[in-house]
Nanobody, 125 residues
């Protein structure tokens, strides 16, 4: 079983930056593809970014491409999402998730096995 705990959310002005992190309590963290998703009020959960087991491959939603960067540190069992040039429409609860079975990075939420509790990111205009 994998426990995921997000941190780093907060309130930031439009155009600003924020980094959210996710700590995993599992010995085999490097076995997992890691993803970030978000859910805004009244909307469905959507894919944001994903990273491969060794960090060599990433995938981003078109809405965040060029602004957000996902990274991981397997020695520290953590995955980060650096968010730059934030927009009010980025306001959401951000969740990290893990997938042990898939071969390649992807944004299919149904394939992620474990989820964190989420961290709120609010971007003011």
């Amino acid at each position: 079983q994998v426990q995921l705990v997000e941190s780093g959310g907060g309130v930031v002005q439009a155009g600003g930056s924020l980094r959210v992190s996710c700590a995993a309590s599992v010995r085999t963290f490097s076995y997992y593809i890691m993803g970030w998703f978000r859910q805004a009020p009244g909307k469905e959960r959507e894919f944001v970014a994903a990273i491969s087991r060794n960090g060599g491959s990433t995938s981003y939603a078109d809405s965040v491409k060029g602004r957000f960067t996902i990274s991981r540190d397997n020695a520290k069992n953590t995955v980060h999402l650096q968010m730059n040039s934030l927009k009010p429409e980025d306001t959401a609860v951000y969740y990290c998730a893990s997938d042990r079975e898939s071969a390649y990075v992807h944004g299919n939420a149904r394939l992620y096995d474990y989820w964190g509790q989420g961290t709120q990111v609010t971007v003011s205009s």
